[in-house]
């Protein structure tokens, strides 16, 4: 079956403006999260989604930041008034019951902030 | 404070020859750990993992060592083979079973299969 997607692929903005990245999930999976990989770095925890939702959001770096998951299956990840130090590849994962069970990635949209 | 640590940013090892990639964490809380593979352009790959009741899990080529008093686990991978080269994170959770596994990852070491 598919597995999890992440659109767009590729996203250059200009420092200020608000992006939303989404993330398709593996068809069936409860368990929805966002991570933020930076250069040279492994990837770094944003939150995560139980169905619809934020059951650990301690990762979102500052209010800037905000995900949603409104029918417990595709997620937006938001950044409002970005900032080049938010340049980064966000990558998504799910999982299907969370817990201990295998977290699928999905190929990651690369953000530049001009 | 980066609480997994990979040390080798890289690894070159002949194709046949094992393969070993160390890890490194701090917290003692840490009690699932597990291995991905990245190649570029791609999301991580998830290749093997380890509970702290145990101290080795095998899967084909790939072998997980934990040794939980030196807060140290190593991947090795034998024989390895070109299709191996990627780079290789290593990642730990503070609760299994618990509510989230989120998973805390180490800085990843690539890995170069020499033919």
């Known amino acids: 079956g598919a597995g999890v997607s992440q659109t767009p692929s590729n996203k250059v903005t200009e420092k200020g403006k608000y992006v939303e990245l989404r993330c398709d999930p593996i068809?069936?999976?409860?368990?929805l999260y966002w991570y933020r990989q930076s250069l040279g770095q492994g990837p770094e925890f944003l939150i995560y989604?139980?169905?619809?939702?934020?059951?650990?959001d301690s990762g979102l770096p500052n209010d800037r930041f905000f995900a949603v998951r409104p029918e417990g299956s595709v997620s937006t990840l938001k950044i409002q008034r970005t900032e080049r130090g938010d340049s980064a590849v966000y990558l998504c994962?799910?999982?299907?019951?969370?817990?201990?069970?295998?977290?699928?990635f999905g190929p990651g949209t690369r953000l530049l902030v001009l | 404070d980066q609480q997994v640590k990979q040390n080798s940013p890289s690894l070159s090892v002949q194709e046949g020859r094992i393969s070993i990639l160390n890890c490194d964490y701090t917290?003692?809380?840490?009690?699932?750990f597990l291995w991905y593979k990245k190649y570029p352009a791609e999301g991580p790959t998830f290749l093997i993992s380890?509970?702290?009741?145990?101290d080795k899990n095998e899967d084909g080529r790939f072998t997980v060592f934990l040794n939980k008093s030196a807060k140290h686990l190593s991947l090795h991978i034998v024989p390895s083979q070109p299709g191996d080269s990627a780079v290789y994170f290593c990642?730990?959770?503070?609760?299994?079973?618990?509510?989230?596994?989120?998973?805390?990852f180490g800085t990843g070491t690539l890995l170069a299969v020499q033919p």
């Open positions: 989604f139980q169905g619809t939702g934020a059951a650990d």
């Open positions: 990642a730990a959770s503070p609760n299994y079973g618990g509510a989230t596994n989120k998973l805390i």
């Open positions: 380890i509970s702290s009741i145990k």
């Open positions: 068809s069936g999976h409860t368990a």
């Open positions: 917290n003692s809380m840490f009690d699932y």
């Open positions: 994962a799910s999982s299907l019951n969370g817990g201990t069970e295998t977290q699928y």
